[in-house]
């Protein structure tokens, strides 16, 4: 599933058409999360790209005022290409100077127009950039829930997924486990620092390609892949050797979620 740094390369890799402006929308296959209606894109249509924004998981095309919502969901995919590239193309939305295809082969992404996309923004402030580390360190350590369901909540942190959740816990050394009120301030501060360092690696490495995300760049025929998997420390590893201490990854169920850890750098 994207996360933050797989949708912060999808906003990057779009910035090109900024400016466009957007000349028709096809809504081949409707069927996403929320069933796509061509009426949806109206208040769009003929305007100019203004911006390109990404909040969480969640990536914003700013019409003017009026914006359109993407969430990538399972294996969503926004790709500056033609419509049959894909059997799987739900939304084409023709701009002035390139075609942007909204794919999905499971269905589990969405767009959002106007009012049910601004209601759809996560609570939580941007795991990149943590802009009020009192308030976060605070609702982390009034939570009994464990440092990583914490972590994967959008209402508290927008933008962390499984795969980020794991690598930030072990690069701050806290055991995924721990219950957030035992987690310490100075420990909280170390996570928070810790976590937008790994987003900002990730972004570096263009994201993660473990099961099949890609972006595509303006010019460029091909699909690119992400290259942070090759540097995960512990997420897909289990039963390897830390990279640290040489002590062997373990794999936890967590609230039902796959979870990585060294138990000796991970207190
Ligand atoms: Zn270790």
């Known amino acids: 599933m994207p996360e933050l740094p797989e949708v912060e390369t999808v906003r990057r890799s779009l910035t090109g058409l900024i400016g466009q402006t957007l000349q028709r929308v096809e809504v081949p296959d409707g069927r996403l999360r929320y069933p796509v209606r061509l009426r949806q894109f ?28 993407f969430h990538l969901g399972m294996t969503g995919r926004l790709l500056l290409t033609e419509p049959e590239a894909s059997a799987y193309t739900k939304v084409v939305f023709r701009f002035s100077g ?11 992404a969405f767009v959002l127009t106007g009012g049910a996309a ?6 939580g402030g941007d795991a990149l950039e943590v802009a ?10 009034q939570s009994s829930a464990p440092i990583k369901s914490i972590l994967l909540n959008q209402k508290i942190i927008a933008g962390i997924g499984n795969i980020y959740a794991s690598e930030m816990l072990f690069a701050a050394g806290i055991a995924p486990q721990r219950k957030g ?11 928070i620092t810790a976590g937008e360092k790994v987003l900002r690696r990730a972004i570096d490495k263009k994201g993660s390609s473990i099961s099949d995300f890609v972006y595509s760049l303006p010019g460029e025929r091909a699909y690119s892949s992400g290259a942070y998997q ?10 390897e050797p830390c990279k640290k201490c040489g002590a062997l990854i373990q794999k936890t169920v967590l ?13």
């Open 98 to 108: 390139a075609t942007l295809c909204f794919i999905d082969v499971r269905r589990f």
């Open 118 to 123: 601004t209601k759809a923004l996560p609570q």
């Open 230 to 239: 090759k540097e995960f420390l512990v997420y897909n590893r289990a039963g």
């Open 42 to 69: 109206e208040m769009a249509l003929g305007q100019e790209l203004s911006a390109l924004r990404r909040f969480g998981k969640y990536l914003l095309l700013d019409f003017g005022e009026f914006s359109l919502l």
């Open 132 to 141: 009020d580390r009192q308030a976060l360190i605070a609702r982390i350590r």
């Open 255 to 267: 609230s039902g979620r796959s979870t990585f850890s060294c138990k000796h750098c991970q207190k």
């Open 181 to 191: 009120k035992r987690i310490s301030i100075a420990e909280a501060e170390r996570l």
